[in-house]
């Protein structure tokens, strides 16, 4: 189809051009006080539109946004692509935005001073990874002929995408006409499958939340699947490092949506003999992998400065400057350091129990062989009392009962046609959900 929309109208559709893959991260000073702002740059992409039945060609405008500093109360201003778009991190700092033709705005903004000493998109300490490997090393396999589920479950997932998101398309067309609160954090799928041997399963993925429905653009992960061997059948025995941290990086998906606080226990990180980008890669496909806000990483003391050390050899960018623009990673700032200990112990808890994985590997990949078991325990305090306390870790239990508010998911059940405008799932009706196949109802 040929026609033409004038710019006006383009601008009203931009929010539905956005490509968050374009989206550019950047960290300056306030000019006026050097605190540290955060914002992001949003570019845009040909899409076609459904809702007209029309496909838009990229829109793409220029001008400024205008900030107040949430420290110092002064105003600053950022030149930016698609300022309407475009914004700060926290974003009430975004007072104003115009674009380059609008003289008014431009006398008015005149003397106010730009933001100062930029850092451009090195997140490379706090970029999260959550790529699940469906195809190596399960965790969960059918309990009759030992399949990988994983591997099945996922190509029906491909399969059904088209009838969820249809359903997730409505979702996002209605979110975006409503005036705008937090957007959902999670959304969960679920749907029985039969396995190759003809046993049933009901799998459960979850992806971030995106107002964007491509399938490639979605990181789907596993979260369990009901009907698969039970975990400490399956993580029992001698494996190979790779394996084990296979396995590590796929509980850690789980955990970081399940339980309150994660443990990562290690006494090495990487090895001594591996080069310094070698050990930096072990520390990042680890500390990437992690909610900062719920884990705690116990190393031997020195561990941390050899890859502060490694870290500001191979990078553009030195670790400490990396924290001056607070671009370092949080989990490493609240590191523990111990030297008298060499318990490997990988372990979530929280208020309905806890899962640990335990055995003789340290965080680092390779061929050779490990033990390595997984427990389930009821009691957090056993888990506490055996595992933690006697490593100096405080007790968190006081924690468990405090949830994000404003936290919610979406749930796309097959059993409910995939439909998910009657029901928000919050933080504590996930283990339920995940673990106990219990949809919650509301009154
Ligand atoms: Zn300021
Ligand atoms: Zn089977």
């Given at each position: 189809m040929n026609f033409k929309l004038d710019t006006e109208k383009l601008r009203k559709l931009k929010h539905l051009l956005v490509d968050r893959e374009k989206t550019l991260q950047y960290h300056g000073k306030c000019p006026h006080c050097e605190v540290t702002i955060e914002y992001h740059e949003t570019h845009t992409s040909l899409s076609a539109i459904r809702e007209y039945n029309i496909t838009v060609p990229e829109e793409e405008d220029y001008g400024v946004i205008i900030g107040t500093c949430n420290n110092c109360k002064e105003i600053f201003k950022v030149n930016i692509a698609n300022p309407d778009c475009s914004g700060f991190k926290l974003e009430y700092i975004k007072t104003d935005f115009y674009f380059d033709n609008d003289k008014q705005k431009e006398m008015m903004y005149k003397k106010t001073p730009s933001l100062t000493d930029f850092i451009d998109q090195n997140n490379i300490l706090i970029d999260r990874k959550t790529d699940y490997d469906f195809f190596n090393h399960p965790l969960y396999i059918c309990n009759e002929c030992e399949q990988n589920l994983e591997t099945i479950s996922f190509k029906i997932l491909k399969e059904k995408w088209g009838l969820i998101s249809e359903e997730y398309w409505g979702y996002i067309n209605w979110s975006l006409g409503k005036s705008r609160?937090?957007?959902?954090?999670?959304?969960?799928?679920?749907?029985?499958?039969?396995?190759?041997?003809?046993?049933?399963?009901?799998?459960?993925?979850?992806?971030?939340?995106?107002?964007?429905?491509?399938?490639?653009?979605?990181?789907?992960?596993?979260?369990?699947?009901?009907?698969?061997?039970?975990?400490?059948?399956?993580?029992?025995?001698?494996?190979?490092?790779?394996?084990?941290?296979?396995?590590?990086?796929?509980?850690?998906?789980?955990?970081?949506?399940?339980?309150?606080?994660?443990?990562?226990?290690?006494?090495?990180?990487?090895?001594?003999?591996?080069?310094?980008?070698?050990?930096?890669?072990?520390?990042?496909?680890?500390?990437?992998?992690?909610?900062?806000?719920?884990?705690?990483?116990?190393?031997?003391?020195?561990?941390?400065?050899?890859?502060?050390?490694?870290?500001?050899?191979?990078?553009?960018?030195?670790?400490?400057?990396?924290?001056?623009?607070?671009?370092?990673?949080?989990?490493?700032?609240?590191?523990?350091?111990?030297?008298?200990?060499?318990?490997?112990?990988?372990?979530?808890?929280?208020?309905?129990?806890?899962?640990?994985?335990?055995?003789?590997?340290?965080?680092?990949?390779?061929?050779?062989?490990?033990?390595?078991?997984?427990?389930?325990?009821?009691?957090?305090?056993?888990?506490?009392?055996?595992?933690?306390?006697?490593?100096?870790?405080?007790?968190?239990?006081?924690?468990?009962e405090t949830h994000d508010e404003n936290e919610y998911s979406l749930l796309f059940d097959e059993s409910n046609s995939f439909e998910v405008f009657d029901l928000q799932i919050y933080p504590r009706d996930y283990t339920d959900l995940i673990l106990h196949n219990i949809t919650p109802t509301r009154p």
């Open positions: 609160g937090p957007s959902p954090k999670y959304i969960f799928i679920k749907f029985p499958f039969l396995c190759n041997c003809g046993q049933e399963h009901t799998a459960n993925f979850v992806s971030l939340y995106q107002e964007n429905i491509s399938f490639e653009k979605h990181v789907f992960a596993l979260v369990n699947i009901f009907g698969a061997r039970s975990l400490p059948d399956v993580i029992f025995g001698v494996y190979t490092k790779s394996n084990i941290m296979t396995w590590l990086h796929k509980l850690i998906i789980r955990w970081n949506i399940l339980f309150k606080k994660v443990y990562i226990i290690s006494p090495y990180v990487g090895h001594l003999f591996l080069s310094d980008e070698k050990k930096v890669d072990a520390w990042l496909s680890i500390i990437n992998r992690l909610d900062d806000e719920k884990t705690s990483i116990l190393v031997k003391s020195g561990q941390v400065k050899i890859f502060k050390e490694s870290f500001s050899k191979t990078n553009k960018n030195s670790y400490d400057e990396m924290v001056r623009f607070n671009l370092g990673s949080k989990i490493i700032k609240e590191l523990k350091n111990k030297n008298n200990f060499h318990a490997k112990i990988y372990c979530a808890v929280g208020k309905n129990g806890c899962e640990i994985m335990n055995g003789s590997s340290n965080l680092v990949e390779g061929v050779s062989y490990e033990v390595v078991n997984f427990d389930i325990m009821e009691s957090y305090k056993k888990t506490f009392d055996r595992f933690l306390k006697p490593l100096g870790i405080d007790d968190v239990s006081a924690q468990f």
